[in-house]
C-alpha cells in the first residue's frame, strides 16, 4: 500500500495516511517537498511527523471529556464489489486478502472501545470497508452485541459508509429501525 498521497483543491494542500486513515492540511513548503520525484530525505522526517501526530492524537486524553463524540471505523468487510481500479483502498481490499470481520474479532474490537469512551460521551461505530454491507450479517451480530451489553451503559449510535449497491427493503428498515447514520460513497465513471 502506498505510504502516503497528497492533493490540492486550488488553495489548500493535503497529506492522507492511509496506513491511519488520516487527512492533514499541510503548508505549501511540505507539500512541495513530498510532491519532488527525486525522493528527497526530507519526505520521510515529513511523514513521520504526521505519523507521530496520528498516535499523540490517538493517545491523549483532555481534561474535558463531555459532550465529545469517540469513533471506531470497524473494517467490517476486507472486500468490494464494485472493486473501482482507483480507489484508495485499492479494489477496497487494502491490498490484502479479501475477508469479513470474523465475530469474536468485532466483538472484541466493541468491547475495547467502549471500555476507552467516558460514559458521559457518544460512541460512534462506523461499519466500514470496502463495502461493508457485503458483510451484512456480521453487521446485524454486531448491533445486537452492542445493543445487548452496552444499551443503558453508554450512548452509541451506528453509522455505515457504504457504495449502496447492495441495499434492499430489508436493509434499509433495519438501519432505520437502529437509527444508523448512512453515508454514501460512490463515483468515477462506469468503465472504471
Request: proline share 4%.
Amino acid at each position: 500500500m502506498d505510504q502516503y498521497h497528497i492533493f490540492e483543491d486550488g488553495q489548500n494542500k493535503f497529506l492522507y495516511l492511509p496506513n491511519f486513515k488520516q487527512l492533514f492540511l499541510i503548508p505549501d513548503n511540505e507539500y512541495a517537498v513530498l510532491k519532488d520525484t527525486s525522493l528527497d530525505p526530507k519526505q520521510g522526517a515529513i511523514i513521520s511527523s504526521y505519523e507521530k501526530k496520528v498516535h499523540q492524537e490517538d493517545f491523549e486524553v483532555g481534561t474535558e471529556i463531555c459532550n465529545k463524540e469517540y469513533g471506531l471505523f470497524l473494517c467490517i468487510a476486507n472486500t468490494c464489489n464494485s472493486r473501482c481500479t482507483y480507489c484508495f483502498a485499492h479494489n477496497g481490499d487494502y491490498g490484502k486478502s479479501r475477508a469479513i470481520m470474523p465475530l469474536d474479532i468485532a466483538d472484541k474490537s466493541i468491547d475495547f472501545f467502549m471500555d476507552k469512551v467516558p460514559s458521559d460521551c457518544r460512541a460512534s461505530i462506523i461499519f466500514f470497508g470496502g463495502e461493508p454491507l457485503l458483510a451484512y450479517k456480521r453487521i446485524v451480530q454486531t448491533c445486537e452485541y452492542t445493543k445487548f451489553h452496552y444499551a443503558g451503559k453508554k450512548n452509541f449510535r451506528f453509522h455505515i459508509v457504504t457504495n449502496a449497491t447492495l441495499l434492499n427493503e430489508e436493509r434499509i428498515d433495519f438501519f432505520a429501525q437502529n437509527d444508523f447514520g448512512v453515508a454514501v460513497s460512490i463515483d468515477g465513471r462506469p468503465e472504471v
